[in-house]
């Protein structure tokens, strides 16, 4: 299907990566009573190589913001893949985003612009959200950031 956010990605040429599948005993996402929770999804680059490493320690700003844009990618890309049709997505209530952190990095909040400000690019208004930024010791495979999230759903 084809719709206002379909036409938003491209206008921003955003290509959504193939939805990630669970590595342990989980799902990619749940659909309940009106809400989308999505599992934490993982930093992948343009290669299909995931974004690893420690911010602050051996990692950047922008190498973090860049890992959280490719998680909100990720986190688009099994919205898709659940609701079949992006035009279900009322709001992007909130974000849940972990940063692999050196004890003395402070800047988590930065880090996560890079999802924050992506989700509103794409969904204008409906992509403003409520957010926590947790600075972690370390994230499965060794990767820079992950990232979950709560979406309100229209039945489409």
Do not use: W
Not at 3 to 9: C, D, N, P, Q, S
Not at 32 to 55: K, T
Not at 130 to 145: F, N, Q
């Amino acid at each position: 299907m084809s719709g206002t956010v379909e036409a938003r990605l491209a206008e921003i040429g955003l290509t959504l990566p193939k939805p990630a599948a669970p590595v342990a005993a989980y799902v990619p996402a749940v659909e309940q009573h009106g809400f989308l929770h999505i599992s934490g999804q993982l930093p992948f680059d343009d290669a299909g190589e995931l974004m690893r490493g420690r911010l602050g320690e051996d990692r950047d700003i922008a190498f973090g913001q860049m890992a959280a844009r490719a998680c909100a990618s990720m986190l688009v890309a099994q919205m898709k893949a659940a609701l079949g049709d992006l035009d279900r997505v009322a709001q992007i209530v909130k974000l849940g985003v972990f940063v692999n952190s050196d004890p003395r990095f402070t800047d988590q909040a930065q880090v996560a612009n890079g999802a924050s400000e992506l989700m509103q690019e794409i969904f204008g208004e409906q992509g403003r959200h409520a957010r926590s930024a947790v600075g972690v010791p370390v994230l499965p495979l060794g990767v820079a950031v992950e990232i979950d999230a709560i979406v309100a759903v229209s039945d489409g």
